[in-house]
């Protein structure tokens, strides 16, 4: 590897080729490590930030605040309907600002509505719109994920991309999880001491200090915003305007892939913000909070291992018969629901649910694992005459990131409509039995497109 690579943290890399063998063992490796340890912690802040309202909604009755159920569901959905919307303008902005810059700036920006979150569940007369609002600022951290996925994709050759791009989402996917395991029990404590503010007591006379939920992340926002911006990188060949990144929408496969998206992560993030008002309506006599947390942890557990067993195999096949076990895990939630005929089992629910979410975060993995494997085949079809040059390797990354960031957008809007949908005239039963139908839409698609012999493009 030649002596004029620059690597030190915190610059500008101005030749960035990890196709190349020699100069990804000579240091590019590395780099790339390094980059996705910080993008990672700063990803799973993103992530609580953006889901806190699904534990904060389930005491909101408790300390005071006459939300109804639907007000409630909305808080839940709010976040998920800005987050995926940010998405659509975070999976351009890497390859126009760079990824070192913006994920710092994005990360930072977390504070606005941890902080104000923080001081607005001090005051019962807070009114339901100003929570509204800072429920739409959560969506920052579901922003956050299209920029830092695309930004991680540029730094892999495509042979690690399905590994890293699944560390990088499911260990980020975590911050869901790590808040609804968090959030409870730092509510309980004074852990900030005058400076936190005094406690909320509710009816039972029990205290709690809700605005922990925001204010715990504060420190944490601070640290990972300044290791972004003295230690990770911004690379030169990566750099796109909006125009030159706006061909994937002429891309067929783009819209495919969003659709096959949006079935995984879609139903991930969905159901995590759902999944403690679900407990809580379906089996009352259960803490929701106990368990609520338990699902998006073993989605984003899953997911790097989703990504990993795709790179060894096939994403396509992989992603095909993911969708199955799904839709098979539906039909067993929907079974140990308690109804009129049928008083249900939490325990069956409880399991079911679990394969559900293992499937959403293994399908997570390997639908990501797909795309630049998708759009290399593509463009070497399109340009077999630059097949091995350097020009047609930067071209492959450029449009494969802005596709894993336009595509985790369009799924993000899962977090929107699952929860709407069980807060909906749908009901469970009803929201569940869409979920079946979509679902099996997929698996068609993923078969005649990817995975079938003769495949228009097999991966």
């Given at each position: ?27 590019g490796k590395k780099v790339a490590t390094r980059n ?28 005071g605040f006459a939300f109804d159920g639907g007000q ?7 976040p998920g309907l800005s987050g995926a919307t940010l ?373």
């Amino acid at each position: 590897m030649g002596k004029n690579y620059n690597f030190k943290g915190g610059t500008l890399i101005t030749d960035w080729r990890p196709e190349v063998e020699a100069f990804w063992q000579g240091g590019g490796k590395k780099v790339a490590t390094r980059n996705l340890w910080i993008s990672i912690p700063s990803l799973l802040l993103a992530f609580a930030v953006w889901m806190v309202w699904s534990a904060v909604i389930v005491r909101l009755p408790e300390i005071g605040f006459a939300f109804d159920g639907g007000q409630l569901f909305w808080l839940a959905a709010l976040p998920g309907l800005s987050g995926a919307t940010l998405r659509i303008f975070y999976s351009f902005m890497v390859p126009i600002f760079g990824g070192r810059r913006w994920t710092a700036i994005s990360t930072l920006s977390l504070l606005i509505p941890a902080l104000w979150m923080g001081f607005a569940v001090q005051n019962p007369e807070t009114p339901f719109m100003t929570f509204a609002i800072i429920a739409l600022l959560c969506g920052f951290g579901g922003g956050n994920f299209a920029s830092s996925m695309s930004n991680i994709s540029f730094f892999y050759p495509k042979a690690e991309q399905g590994t890293a791009l699944g560390l990088n989402a499911g260990l980020g996917n975590l911050g869901v999880s790590v808040m609804q395991f968090v959030v409870p029990m730092i509510i309980l404590v004074g852990a900030f001491g005058s400076l936190g503010g005094d406690p909320q007591v509710s009816d039972s006379g029990r205290l709690f200090y809700l605005q922990n939920a925001g204010f715990i992340w504060v420190p944490f926002i601070l640290l990972f915003s300044a290791l972004a911006w003295f230690r990770m990188n911004d690379i030169a060949t990566a750099k796109a305007s909006f125009k030159d990144q706006a061909i994937i929408f002429k891309r067929k496969h783009n819209w495919i892939m969003c659709i096959l998206y949006m079935a995984t992560f879609g139903s991930f993030i969905g159901f995590s913000a759902a999944f403690p008002m679900l407990i809580k309506n379906s089996f009352p006599a259960i803490d929701a909070l106990k368990f609520a947390f338990l699902g998006p942890l073993v989605g984003a557990l899953f997911r790097p291992l989703g990504g990993w067993i795709s790179d060894k195999t096939s994403g396509a096949k992989v992603t095909f018969w993911n969708y199955i076990v799904m839709v098979l895990a539906v039909l067993a939630v929907m079974y140990f629901l308690p109804s009129e005929t049928h008083e249900g089992s939490f325990v069956g629910y409880f399991i079911s649910f679990m394969v559900l979410f293992i499937t959403t975060g293994i399908g997570n993995g390997s639908t990501f694992t797909m795309i630049p494997v998708i759009f290399r085949t593509f463009h070497e079809r399109l340009e077999p005459e630059k097949i091995g040059q350097e020009e047609l390797f930067v071209e492959i990354r450029k449009e494969s990131a802005a596709v894993v960031g336009f595509t985790s957008a369009v799924a993000a809007y899962g977090a929107f409509f699952v929860p709407k949908m069980f807060g909906s005239g749908l009901g469970i039963d009803g929201t569940f039995i869409a979920l079946v139908i979509f679902y099996i839409l997929c698996i068609v698609l993923t078969w005649w497109y990817y995975s079938r012999p003769h495949a228009e493009i097999p991966c």
